[in-house]
């Protein structure tokens, strides 16, 4: 394994391999850290010892700390809220986020909105914070992952749920991306096994997606060789995962570094109002055969599809698709979304008729969805995943 392929990520600065959680006091000193804003789930950092780990950093007593300790699986608004109104009270001149997706996602926009002073939900949509600010260069986050799979830790996005509405929402700007990433697969040993699974067919997904996604090779052309790195990081080791974790946080990373510069697609598009039902890893790999199905209509998609013939394999592109079921199979994720009772048929119906909502999603598709069509076609994939 070729750990140093993050040296190639760009605008965030990776620290990756075990025992990295040592260089953040290095990190701290450099940066002429007085106080720390520490941001973390509930009780998990402590329970798992890796708030004790990142405190080891804080030591030499050069950098003091704060601590926000309250931030839920599906952070909302309010909880972003009540974040920016601590970064308010105590003014720290470093933003730390230790935890999972939701916890890297909620430090970005929290500390956005405070170093703006605008309220976290205009940001919501594509560059809003550039567009309002283009002369502003705001501090960025350091990201200390204890997950393998959202990839935040090197993303532009933050994902936070609007309770109002129902439904999850996007933050996408490149003013947001973590400075710096410490990814130490010791933080995450302590993952409960569902957990892992979920994560590992995040990144997956995430992989998977980009890769597929032709339409954007131009953007960032070593996107892809992250992905191929990453998809057969996965493919080798996700099924054991305890003894992985430096091979499944590496991937986690490429998987991120892809969907920085390619659209997921209609998985994720799909998937994004499921929170509190369905893991939302297991949702979107889920989710992809069916839509990859309806990508090959795409003829570049069914020459990508043969590239990962090594890896699933297959003769054809249906033998390939049916290659990676079957990995999911070994893997041990559920044959469809029939498993989750919480996504029945008027979930499907609702979420197939809210499909042109996000018109750019469909239109960035490896096969671009025409509107008038999205329900039918959403339809069909929901059906399918079943």
């Known amino acids: 394994m070729d750990s140093n392929i993050v040296n190639r990520i760009p605008d965030t600065d990776v620290l990756f391999g075990r025992g990295s959680i ?17 941001f973390t789930g509930g009780h ?3 329970a798992s010892g890796n708030f004790a780990r990142l405190l080891k950093a ?15 699986a599906e952070p909302d608004l309010g909880t972003i809220h009540a974040m920016t109104d601590f970064l308010e009270g105590n003014r720290p001149d470093t933003v730390i986020a230790l935890g999972g997706g939701s916890v890297m996602d ?5 500390y956005a909105a405070f170093q703006f002073k605008v309220p976290a939900e205009t940001f919501f949509g594509s560059n809003a914070i550039t567009e309002k600010f283009p002369d502003r260069k705001p501090d960025r986050i350091i990201a200390v992952p204890t997950t393998s799979g959202t ?11 609007d309770r109002t509405r129902g439904v999850k929402k996007l933050i996408s700007d490149p003013m947001i991306i973590p400075e710096i990433a410490i990814v130490d697969p010791d933080m995450t040993e302590t993952m409960p096994d569902d957990v892992s699974l979920a994560t590992g067919c995040d990144a997956l997904a995430h992989l998977m997606e980009g890769f597929l996604n032709v339409g954007q090779d ?30 499944l946080a590496l991937a986690a990373v490429l998987g991120g570094a892809v969907i920085r510069w390619k659209s997921t697609g209609l998985p994720h598009l799909a998937s994004f109002s499921w929170f509190s039902r369905i893991p939302h890893g297991i949702a979107a790999i889920l989710l992809l055969p069916a839509a990859w199905r309806y990508y090959l209509a795409n003829p570049a998609v069914a020459e990508r599809t043969m590239e990962l013939a090594g890896i699933f394999p297959g003769k054809t592109q249906e033998e390939v698709i049916t290659g990676f079921r079957r990995f999911l199979d070994e893997c041990g994720v559920p044959a469809g ?26 239109a960035l598709a ?21």
């Not at 260089?23 to 720390?36: F, M, P, Q, S, W």
């Not at 909620?106 to 929290?110: D, F, R, S």
């Not at 969805?369 to 995943?385: N, R």
């Open 218 to 247: 131009g953007r960032f052309p070593a996107a892809n060789d992250f992905a191929r790195t990453g998809i057969r990081l996965i493919r080798k080791h996700l099924q054991d995962f305890r003894n992985s974790r430096e091979e």
């Open 58 to 72: 804080f030591s030499d007593g050069s950098s003091g700390w704060v601590r926000f300790n309250r931030i839920p």
């Open 106 to 110: 909620a430090a970005k926009a929290a």
């Open 44 to 46: 998990s950092a402590d």
């Open 22 to 38: 040592r260089e953040l006091g290095n990190i701290l000193n450099v940066r002429r850290t007085r106080t720390a804003a520490i």
């Open 337 to 362: 979304l029939r498993a989750y009772q919480a996504i029945d048929d008027e979930v499907l119906e609702r979420t197939a008729a809210k499909a042109g909502e996000n018109p750019m999603k469909l």
């Open 151 to 161: 990839g935040s830790e090197v993303t532009l996005y933050s994902n936070i749920v």
């Open 366 to 386: 490896p096969h671009p969805v025409p509107l008038d069509q999205a329900p039918e076609v959403l339809k069909k994939i929901l059906q399918e995943s079943r």
